[in-house]
């Protein structure tokens, strides 16, 4: 059984639709990170989050540390939303610490 | 604008030959950067941990020999891929953050690489 596990590994949705993306993981973390890596291959790292919810325009991310399960949601979703998402927990706290890495959900939202 | 640098974004290269993949912070110091690799429709793999002023962490089934991770200062580490093979081709990418526990995490954009 993979680290961390995302559902779904792909999502086709109509502009405006609500998005949820999940991840679950299997050890301890310090913080999670989502990211967004677009077709070119660059990568944003979109939230860190070590628990609660966060939110940033029109993306939400939640964390349950208790339940190891993260959730990243997009409202009103848009065209340029299309990308790879990947959920990335962390272990450690300084600079030094590592990742792990989801498989990624490919978005396509269409118009 | 971008924080960390990364160069080349792309390079083709003819088999047996080395290429330098430079990863540069730009407005931080960085005592640690992640070197990972992603081959098409995968996630990214962390290859080495390039720590400054010492040798590199480099995780398991990675060749250390082939793939040399020099990090001479605080905002920059270079991973040479030596006697590149087709096999080599990839997608490389960099990440770093600063030394605070809230310090966000950066990528660089990735370098292409292709070994013909």
């Known amino acids: 059984k993979n680290e961390v596990e995302q559902s779904p590994q792909n999502l086709t949705a109509q502009e405006g639709e609500f998005i949820t993306i999940n991840c679950s993981y299997s050890?301890?973390?310090?913080?999670l990170h989502w990211l967004q890596q677009h077709p070119g291959g660059g990568i944003v790292s979109l939230f860190m989050?070590?628990?609660g919810k966060k939110k940033h325009g029109r993306l939400i991310a939640t964390i349950n540390i208790q339940e190891k399960h993260s959730s990243l949601h997009i409202t009103a979703s848009h065209p340029r939303d299309s990308a790879v998402y990947i959920c990335?927990?962390?272990?450690?706290?300084?600079?030094?610490?590592?990742?792990?890495f989801g498989e990624g959900t490919q978005l396509t939202v269409n118009p | 604008g971008a924080v960390v640098s990364q160069h080349p974004s792309r390079v083709i290269c003819k088999s047996g030959t080395s290429v330098k993949i430079e990863c540069r912070s730009l407005?931080?110091?960085?005592?640690?950067m992640f070197w990972y690799r992603q081959f098409p429709k995968q996630s990214l793999m962390l290859m080495a941990t390039?720590?400054?002023?010492?040798?590199?962490?480099?995780e398991q089934g990675v060749e250390k020999d082939k793939f040399l991770i020099n990090h001479a200062s605080l905002t920059l580490s270079t991973l040479t891929v030596t006697s590149a093979h087709p096999e080599d081709s990839s997608f490389y990418i960099c990440?770093?953050?600063?030394?605070?526990?809230?310090?966000?995490?950066?990528f660089g954009n990735g370098t292409r690489l292709t070994v013909t």
């Open positions: 990440s770093a953050r600063g030394n605070l526990d809230s310090s966000p995490l950066h």
């Open positions: 050890v301890g973390i310090s913080a």
């Open positions: 390039s720590n400054e002023g010492s040798k590199a962490t480099y």
């Open positions: 407005d931080f110091q960085a005592t640690t």
């Open positions: 990335a927990p962390m272990r450690g706290r300084t600079s030094g610490s590592r990742l792990t």
């Open positions: 989050l070590s628990s």
